[in-house]
């Protein structure tokens, strides 16, 4: 079965600091692959997404993340966190184009 | 324009009874998406429709489950004689068209709780 995985369940970083969240999806095949943020009680939002075109992907929000197929790896990251960004992270592939295979999300904490 | 809605968004229910929820795609999107997200299982995909076709089914987790799309609108998820383990979020998204070019659009939840 395809899978997403992501490293941390937690990351928490100072104001300021870089920001890296890190996923590995099963190379069966390349899939598409996408990074969705969730606010607290709010709905999942598209931060970025990479369907074979360029390999370093820019988002919303001054969020990025590079696709590595030698390491299978699609990490996202921010040079420097704001307290806004706080929230759930959820790396995601689309293996069948259809339906989206979302890996167990990285809480964000970002201290002042 | 607005976005997808879904009701209610909260839900308490006793242990055997039957639940519906409900979904409002954004206008003119063909495909609609059903998703759960639950302590022990993370986000799963439960089904999908796109247009008038038989929808994807693989995902629903037992035939308690089950979901319609009425006049490529309107969707209603129906889970009967509900158990505890189905507590959780269940999400829906609607897309432009189906497959990995269209963005998929979620709704803010509706959280059901199994007393």
């Known amino acids: 079965a395809q899978s997403v995985t992501q490293l941390d369940s937690h990351v928490s970083v100072s104001e300021g600091t870089p920001v890296l969240l890190r996923c590995n999806y099963s190379?069966?095949?390349?899939?598409?692959l996408f990074w969705y943020v969730q606010h607290p009680n709010k709905g999942l939002q598209l931060l970025l997404k990479y369907t074979s075109a360029a390999t370093l992907v820019k988002g919303i929000n001054g969020f990025e993340a590079e696709f590595k197929k030698s390491e299978t790896s699609f990490h996202l990251t921010k040079p420097s966190a704001h307290m806004s960004d706080a929230a759930e992270y959820f790396c995601v592939g689309s293996y069948a184009g259809n339906m989206l295979t979302f890996g167990g999300g990285t809480r964000l904490m970002v201290k002042p | 324009g607005a976005g997808v809605s879904q009701s209610p968004s909260n839900k308490v229910t006793e242990k055997g009874k039957d639940v519906e929820l409900r979904c409002d795609p954004i206008?003119?999107?063909?495909?609609l998406y059903w998703y759960r997200q639950s302590l022990g299982q993370g986000l799963e995909f439960l089904i999908y429709?796109?247009?008038?076709?038989?929808?994807?089914k693989s995902g629903l987790p037992s035939d308690r489950f089950s979901a319609e799309r009425t006049g490529g609108s309107v969707s209603t998820l129906t889970i009967q004689r509900t158990q505890q383990e189905d507590s959780a979020v269940y999400l829906c998204?609607?897309?432009?068209?189906?497959?990995?070019?269209?963005?998929?659009?979620f709704g803010p939840g509706t959280r059901l709780t199994v007393t």
């Open positions: 206008s003119g999107h063909t495909a």
């Open positions: 998204a609607s897309s432009l068209y189906s497959g990995i070019s269209y963005e998929q659009y």
């Open positions: 190379s069966s095949y390349s899939p598409s």
């Open positions: 429709f796109q247009g008038n076709s038989a929808p994807d």
